[in-house]
């Protein structure tokens, strides 16, 4: 469980990196979806 936590973290933290160099889409919108499909799938 904590495990798969700190993985979400860690995952977001590079997913933000990545909507750095992209500023036109929203990091919110992006952190939620993630979020979301993360406890879908797993």
């Not at 993985?7 to 977001?12: R, V």
């Amino acid at each position: 469980m904590y495990y798969n936590v700190l993985n979400i973290i860690i995952s977001n933290e590079v997913h933000l990196l990545i909507l750095e160099k992209n500023k036109n889409v929203s990091p919110w919108s992006s952190w939620s979806n993630y979020i979301y499909m993360n406890a879908k799938y797993s």
